[in-house]
């Protein structure tokens, strides 16, 4: 099948200035795309040709899984971010991160340490694990947390194309302003499903 850009539920200018249009023309409009146009090339003549991208995350290597993971990754991250977003977590999960980190307040603190320590490119995941439970777990690279069975939740992309134009290099200022933009009901919706 042939993978396309998903459009955003928002404008290039919508999230500013957490993250500048700028910077949503280069991530979402070259390298989003540049990840679906070498998928859509990479699977030509393979057995993942007519698979679907959740099917190409799960089972595929190399190059096919690099580009597929991030069509995936950067869709998942893309879809939590609002410019009028639920600002923190109610119901069910709200309570989970109250069970599993003590307070939303410590949840945050520990998601963000995952994002700023991860060393060179990658992604920190709100994962909820086969028994309802939830943890954070680091990715280097295209990583995926459902190659291990979990359920990812809410991402963060740490690759520096994410934050270089806007933040330079100051990764920890970019992960401290992510949290103004994630739509925490989408985050309950990913939690509920
Ligand atoms: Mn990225």
């Not at 057995?47 to 869709?75: M, P, Y």
Request: glycine share 6%.
């Amino acid at each position: 099948m042939k993978h396309e850009l998903p459009k955003l539920p928002y404008a290039l200018e919508d999230l500013a200035p957490v993250i500048s249009s700028q910077t949503l023309e280069f991530h979402y409009g070259k390298h989003h795309q540049a990840y679906v146009n070498n998928l859509n090339n990479l699977i030509v003549g393979t057995k993942f040709e007519n698979a679907d991208l959740e099917t190409i995350v799960r089972e595929a290597d190399g190059g096919i899984f690099n580009n597929g993971a991030q069509v995936w990754n950067h869709t998942f991250y893309f879809s939590a971010f609002s410019p009028k977003p639920k600002a923190a977590p109610a119901g069910k999960l709200a309570e989970a991160i109250i069970a599993d980190f003590g307070s939303f307040e410590q949840f945050k603190e520990a998601f963000a340490k995952a994002a700023a320590t991860l060393f060179g490119s990658g992604w920190a995941w709100l994962v909820k694990d086969a028994y309802g439970h939830l943890e954070i777990v680091q990715e280097s690279n295209a990583g995926n947390p459902l190659r291990t069975g979990l359920t990812p939740l809410l991402t963060c992309d740490v690759w520096e194309h994410a934050y270089y134009l806007d933040y330079q290099n100051k990764r920890p200022d970019y992960i401290q302003e992510f949290w103004s933009i994630v739509d925490w009901s989408v985050v309950e919706y990913r939690f509920g499903k």
